[in-house]
C-alpha cells in the first residue's frame, strides 16, 4: 500500500533533522584580536632584531675592510723589500755599483687624490669649541664618527633640543686637564638608534667645529661610552668623504694642536709612541 504524502513529508523532516543534529560542531573558540598596543611591541620587537642583525653585518664587513687595508700594505711593503734584494744580488753578482737616485721625482696628478690629504691610521684632532686635543682612530670601515661622552643629558632651549655631557675620558687619555670634568653643550643635529641586547638605545647626533693638521671641518659626532676602548674619537668614512684619505701603516703624520693650557705639540712624540707600540700588539 503506497505511503500518503501526508505521512511522506513528515518523515523526510524528521530524518533531515536528525542529520544536523549528529553533525559534528566546532567548539574552537575564535582567536584573541590584537590589541593596538600588542602590534606595536610586536613590531618594535621585530624592528630591534632586524637593526642588531644589520649591525652585526656592518661590524663584520668593517672588520673585514680594515683587515684588507692592512694585508695590503703589508703586500705593499713585502714587495718593495724583495725588489730591493733582488737589486743588491744582482749589483753583487755583476760587481757593478748601483746607479744613483734620481734627485727629484715626476709628480703624478691623479684625478680625486691629489686634491686629498693623507691621513694616517690614528692621528690628533683638535675641537676648538671645546678647548683640547684628542687622539682619535680614523677607520673607513666605520660610517659615522664617534665621541666618546659621559653624563648625557637632553634639554630644550628655545624650542630647540639640546644635550649636555662630559667627555669620557680614561686616565691614560691625554687631554688638557680643565676640559676633563667640562661640561659641554651643543644643540642636537638628530638621533640614531643602536640596537642593544636589551632593545635599542637613541644616542643623540652633534656637529662640532674639528681640526686635523690642515683639515678644518664641522663633523658630526655620536655621543657614546668609549672608555672601554683605545680612542676616545673614532673618524668614519662620512669625515673622509672627498677630503682625506687614509694609510693604514701610518701613525700622526700631523702634529697636534696646541691649545692654551696644554703641553706643545713638540713634547708629543714619547705619547705617540707608546700609542703605536699598543697597536702593533693589537694587531699580532
Not at 634639554?155 to 687619555?173: A, N
Request: glycine share 6%; charged share 25%.
Amino acid at each position: 500500500m503506497p505511503l500518503r504524502p501526508i505521512y511522506v513529508f513528515p518523515l523526510m523532516g524528521a530524518l533531515l533533522l536528525g542529520g544536523c543534529a549528529l553533525a559534528p560542531v566546532d567548539r574552537t573558540p575564535p582567536p584573541v584580536p590584537v590589541s593596538p598596543a600588542q602590534f606595536d611591541a610586536g613590531l618594535a620587537r621585530l624592528e630591534a632584531q632586524l637593526a642588531s642583525q644589520c649591525n652585526l653585518t656592518q661590524s663584520m664587513l668593517s672588520e673585514g675592510a680594515v683587515r684588507d687595508q692592512v694585508i695590503n700594505s703589508d703586500v705593499r711593503a713585502i714587495n718593495g723589500q724583495l725588489r730591493s734584494l733582488r737589486s743588491e744580488l744582482a749589483n753583487a753578482a755583476s760587481g757593478s755599483t748601483p746607479a744613483p737616485a734620481a734627485s727629484e721625482c715626476r709628480h703624478v696628478d691623479i684625478d680625486g687624490v691629489s686634491d686629498k690629504e693623507l691621513v694616517g691610521r690614528n692621528e690628533w684632532i683638535g675641537l676648538p669649541s671645546v678647548g683640547t686635543y684628542l687622539k682619535a682612530r680614523i677607520d673607513s670601515g666605520a660610517n659615522t664618527s664617534s665621541l666618546s661622552a659621559q653624563d648625557i643629558r637632553t634639554f630644550e632651549r628655545d624650542g630647540d633640543s639640546w644635550v649636555r655631557f662630559k667627555l669620557g675620558l680614561t686616565d691614560d687619555d691625554v687631554v688638557i686637564d680643565s676640559v676633563r670634568d667640562k661640561w659641554i653643550e651643543a644643540p642636537i643635529e638628530r638621533e640614531v638608534k643602536v640596537a642593544q641586547a636589551n632593545g635599542s638605545q637613541s644616542r643623540p647626533v652633534v656637529s662640532l667645529l674639528m681640526t686635523l693638521g690642515p683639515i678644518r671641518e664641522q663633523v658630526e659626532f655620536t655621543l657614546a661610552d668609549r672608555t672601554e676602548l683605545n680612542y676616545p674619537v673614532l673618524l668614519g668614512r662620512r669625515f673622509l668623504m672627498d677630503i682625506a684619505i687614509i694609510d693604514v701603516a701610518e701613525h700622526y703624520l700631523h702634529a697636534r694642536p696646541e691649545f692654551p693650557g696644554g703641553e706643545p705639540a713638540s713634547d708629543s712624540a714619547d705619547e705617540e709612541a707608546t700609542d703605536t707600540k699598543q697597536d702593533d700588539q693589537e694587531s699580532l
